[in-house]
Every structure is written in structure tokens, then in C-alpha cells.
């Protein structure tokens, strides 16, 4: 028979296990892809509403600029 090493009774030790997860909790929440997103990316119209959030976020700052630069004028 074969000795037990050091190795194999510390992993027989730890007792490599896991707690069951717990449906009834109100912390869980749904797992997998895209049910992370505060959107649905899946319908028709996302992809315009998608680049026309980027457009305002990044052309909103040069709007304000001009608009800024020319109220005084």
C-alpha cells in the first residue's frame, strides 16, 4: 500500500467544498450573459439608442464650450 503524503492529507483535511446557493435569498440575482446589464441589448432599436448615448456624452462638453464662448458676445 501506498503512504499518504503531506499533501494529500492537508487537501483531505481542508475538505474542499461549498456552500449550496441559496434561491430564497433576496441577494441573488440572475446569473449568465447580459444579465449583468442595466439594459436589454437584444432589441431592435439598441444599437441607435446605444450611439446616440455615446454621441450626446461625448459632443454634450463641445456644445456647452461654444455655447459658453458665445453668450457673451
Known amino acids: 500500500m501506498r503512504m499518504p503524503t503531506v499533501a494529500n492529507q492537508i487537501v483531505a483535511r481542508r475538505a474542499f467544498s461549498s456552500t ?30 446605444f450611439w446616440g448615448f455615446m454621441a450626446t456624452g461625448f459632443f454634450l462638453p463641445f456644445g456647452v464650450a461654444v455655447w459658453q464662448l458665445n453668450k457673451n458676445q
Do not use: I
Open 20 to 49: 449550496r446557493m441559496q434561491l430564497a435569498s433576496p441577494y441573488h440575482y440572475p446569473e449568465g450573459p447580459r444579465s449583468n446589464l442595466p439594459f436589454n441589448p437584444l432589441t431592435k432599436m439598441f444599437a441607435f439608442r
